[in-house]
């Protein structure tokens, strides 16, 4: 039986890979590289690329790249946008299950790197089980946790999650704007195009920002929202013009939850 492992390498940083990535890596013949058809972020391929070639010196393996299509923009209509999700991830599971019957013998393992951990906002873990319920190909898998961004975030800003007594919240841009000013306590955020955290410019909120976490590209600002939106705006603006690209997190959280050392 052939074997897949999707293994989390975390955001940019190729010594944030646990001791049981790098093992898995060891046990690993065929690697896949997926890249988008108009990939502008070429860094991330050359990341992942790198990481076999400081773990893997001396090993023998392969590494198939393979195109895969880019998702169609948008439609902030929530099931215009889930749609276009469900459809593009079919045409993924389509690649990716071509890949395992034709780039793989019987007994091999092969593998995803998969940016951050594949748990949070990754959507392969349901992609083998959509590609395995419809026998689309036969394979095992496995799955190895990855370091997210927002641990990276929290880090780099000397924070925890949340303080005694505090919840979190994990959500996107698009669905933060459905909040309220009042609602938003202790709020990570991920994938945000829509620079939502400007919707809350005239609140107390405190922001924990960063971009290409983990990388030498790293950017990080921190401090009251209305005091240094407008920082964050330009650093992303240049960054992009720069970089072709950009990956940011933030936490959004409120004065009563301010960081007890301050106080």
């Known amino acids: 039986m052939k074997k897949i492992y999707l293994i989390g390498i975390g955001t940019g940083n190729p010594e944030h890979l646990t001791i049981q990535a790098i093992n898995a890596l060891k046990m690993v013949n065929v690697f896949f590289i997926l890249e988008k058809e108009s990939e502008k972020n070429e860094d991330l391929v050359k990341l992942r690329k790198e990481i076999l070639q400081r773990y893997l010196p001396n090993e023998k393996y392969r590494v198939v790249v393979a195109k895969i299509p880019e998702r169609k923009k948008g439609g902030r209509e929530l099931e215009v946008y889930k749609e276009r999700v469900s459809s593009w991830r079919r045409q993924k599971a389509e690649i990716i299950s071509n890949l395992i019957n034709n780039k793989m013998v019987d007994e091999e393992t092969g593998a995803i790197l998969i940016w951050g951990d594949p748990s949070l906002y990754d959507g392969h873990i349901e992609i083998m089980n959509y590609i395995l319920k419809r026998d689309m190909a036969k394979f095992q898998y496995d799955v190895i946790p990855g370091i997210t961004s927002m641990q990276v975030l929290t880090a780099k800003h000397k924070i925890p999650l949340n303080y005694i007594a505090e919840s979190i919240q994990i959500t996107t841009g698009r669905r933060l704007k459905e909040s309220q000013p009042d609602d938003v306590k202790n709020v990570v955020v991920l994938l945000d195009n829509y620079l939502t955290y400007r919707d809350f410019s ?38 992009k013009k720069k970089y072709g690209w950009i990956m940011e997190t933030y936490i959004l959280r409120s004065e009563d939850n301010e960081d007890p050392r301050k106080s």
Do not use: M
């Open 202 to 239: 005239d609140t107390d909120l405190n922001i924990y920002w960063g971009a290409y976490l983990g990388t030498e590209k790293e950017i990080l600002v921190s401090g009251r929202l209305n005091e240094v939106i407008n920082e964050i705006i330009k650093t992303r603006n240049e960054a």
